[in-house]
Nanobody, 114 residues
């Protein structure tokens, strides 16, 4: 299984970005996926998760601003990020849980700065 994130970049505070996580390889079913982030000097933290049935869960710090979704036909999970704040700046990575093993992408940098 390979995961490739895209969509990161530089955005001003209050702006929006949409991240994508495309999965490929042994994708033989619909699996739970999630977005995590890690800021410099901080531990990685969960941002949002989505089950195989598209139930979602969010970290309190992003609830109401971020939306996770999935397109199963494209094997892709998205993270729509609105009202971005400087504290959202981090490397964002996606993961996929398949048969007890957690796969990770390489991450994409999100920079929030004026």
């Amino acid at each position: 299984v390979q995961l490739v994130e895209s969509g990161g970049g530089l955005v001003q505070p209050g702006g929006s970005l949409r991240l994508s996580c495309a999965s490929s390889g042994s994708i033989d079913s619909i699996y739970p996926m999630g977005w995590y982030r890690q800021a410099p000097g901080k531990q990685r933290e969960v941002v949002a998760t989505i089950t195989s049935g598209s139930d979602t869960n969010y970290a309190g710090s992003v609830k109401g601003r971020f939306t996770i979704s999935r397109d199963n036909a494209k094997n892709t999970v998205y993270l729509q990020m609105n009202s971005l704040k400087p504290e959202d700046m981090a490397v964002y990575s996606c993961n996929l849980l398949r048969r007890g093993y957690l796969y990770w992408g390489q991450g994409t940098q999100v920079t929030v700065s004026s």
